[in-house]
């Protein structure tokens, strides 16, 4: 058995806060989008295709699979998303860097928090893997 996982605990708004997208949240994320889960991961992962929603639905989405109320997600989303840049430089809890580690968390599993930036950085595969690389899975529904 893996023990990746597509939950993930990230220092985003001035504290550390858990992260998930489990299927009822993917779900949630795909309708409020208007596509599937691989199209909004393909358009965050690019880095420049994404539209403003796909950024702030997954942070919401994603705060409440890590168990926050959604009336908690939506203030938190409201103070911490809306009308703040969406990726200042140097910045590695953004909006953008957020959303994305959110996404690959469910998309390719985390044996580990990857260190800041690594979580943008370059894709590994399953031969080049080490501590805290990503890693496909099989399955983001667990």
Known sequence: MSNLSA???LQWAGGEYPFALKAKQIE???HDC???IGRICMRVFSATEYHFKH???TIFWGLIGGGM?????AHMVRQHVDGVPIDPLGDPSSTLKTASAVL?????GWETLPPSGEA???ETRPSEQTSGSTAPRSSATE
């Not at 109320?69 to 997600?73: C, H, I, R, W």
């Not at 690959?104 to 390719?108: D, E, G, N, S, W």
């Open 7 to 9: 939950e993930i605990t």
């Open 28 to 30: 949630g994320l795909e």
């Open 34 to 36: 208007g596509e599937g």
């Open 55 to 57: 950024l702030q639905r």
């Open 69 to 73: 109320s959604a009336t908690e997600a």
């Open 104 to 108: 690959k968390a469910v998309h390719f």
């Open 120 to 122: 943008e950085g370059r």
